[in-house]
């Protein structure tokens, strides 16, 4: 089946430094994603929706300057965070838009120190 | 790898209770967990169930866990055209959470 994969899993980083997390479409051509944050214990929240060769929009309250989407390309998404701080700490998770439904990666935990 | 399977559409009359079906594969799963999604809109958390409880119910909705099989299931009753959306089911812990692929719940007046 169609599959996202998304890297890196977990990541650490220093506060001020900028952390870029991929996904990438494996077998399928993921024309849109999407990208969303979960905090603890809460629902996942939409970030951001990008589709291939345009810029992305961005759902009210997301700082497009510091969470940069780039979806260059039909099998690659990118969401870069930028400058970090230790409340953008979280679950990040992107998801294709299939014909039939929706596939998901499998999650960034960053966590910003 | 870790993989979720959920039917992709179920049509169910207004009034009728609704059941989605999930089946899992990592047995090492903490929570288990029912997103809903409205369309144009994202993911909402419905409810989840950790992994040593058998059932859990809020209100319209009932979740059963069978670990032994890996299955997991979503009963809405009385189920109102406001419960129209896509339902997904997921399963993990802290680090990674595995989704399935979405259920289109279509309920008919």
């Known amino acids: 089946g169609a599959v996202v994969s998304q890297h890196p899993s977990w990541v650490i980083c220093k506060s001020g430094t900028s952390v870029k997390i991929e996904c990438r479409s494996l077998?399928?051509?993921?024309?849109?994603m999407f990208w969303y944050r979960q905090f603890p214990k809460q629902s996942l929240m939409l970030m951001a929706t990008?589709?291939?060769?345009?810029?992305?929009?961005?759902e009210q309250g997301v700082e497009k300057d510091k969470f940069l989407i780039n979806h260059a390309s039909l099998t690659l998404s990118t969401l870069t965070v930028t400058s970090a701080h230790p409340e953008d700490s979280s679950f990040y998770i992107c998801?294709?838009?299939?014909?039939?439904?929706?596939?998901f990666g499998s999650g960034t935990r960053l966590t910003v120190v | 790898g870790e993989d979720v399977e959920q039917s992709l559409f179920l049509s169910v009359r207004e009034g009728d209770s609704s059941v989605i079906n999930c089946t899992y594969t990592?047995?090492?799963?903490?929570?288990l967990y029912w997103y809903k999604q409205e369309p144009g809109a994202g993911l909402q958390l419905l409810t989840y169930?950790?992994?040593?409880?058998d059932m859990k119910q809020d209100q319209r909705l009932t979740v059963l866990l069978n670990k032994k099989d890996k299955h997991l299931s979503l009963r809405i009753a009385d189920t109102q055209t406001g419960d129209s959306a896509i339902y997904f089911c997921?399963?993990?812990?802290?680090?990674?959470?595995?989704f399935g692929i979405g259920t289109k719940l279509q309920v008919i007046p």
């Open positions: 997921a399963e993990g812990g802290y680090q990674k959470v595995t």
């Open positions: 077998d399928f051509q993921a024309t849109t």
């Open positions: 990008s589709n291939e060769g345009s810029k992305a929009t961005y």
């Open positions: 990592d047995s090492s799963s903490t929570y």
């Open positions: 169930i950790f992994s040593n409880m």
């Open positions: 998801s294709g838009k299939l014909n039939y439904g929706y596939t």
